[in-house]
Nanobody, 115 residues
């Protein structure tokens, strides 16, 4: 089982990034996927989630209207489009696959929003 995040980097305030989470080793289309962020010295926090079919999405209030989660069950990949980025979005972003008692985490990708 593997979840590999990519797409992080350094971006100026107001800019955009698209994160990807590529999955392998399990039945991806049967799992809900969530994105979390963990800022330095803080707890890991839930950011967004998408159902197994992609029909339902949810967002934390802090990112609603700026971030969009989507998935491609053919490519076994989930995306997080992040627009209007703010310095407080700076964090390591992790994806998590979850189904019942089973869950898997990726290794994270760093996003830094700074001028």
């Amino acid at each position: 089982v593997q979840l590999v995040e990519s797409g992080g980097g350094l971006v100026q305030p107001g800019g955009s990034l698209r994160l990807s989470c590529a999955a392998s080793g399990f039945t991806f289309s049967s799992y809900g996927i969530m994105w979390y962020q963990q800022a330095p010295g803080k707890e890991r926090e839930w950011v967004a989630g998408i159902s197994s079919t992609g029909g339902t999405t949810n967002y934390a209030d802090s990112v609603k209207g700026r971030f969009t989660i989507s998935r491609d069950n053919v490519k076994n990949t989930v995306y997080l489009q992040m627009n209007s980025l703010k310095p407080e979005d700076t964090a390591v972003y992790y994806c998590k696959a979850s189904r019942g008692l089973y869950s898997y985490w990726g290794q994270g990708t760093q996003v830094t929003v700074s001028s």
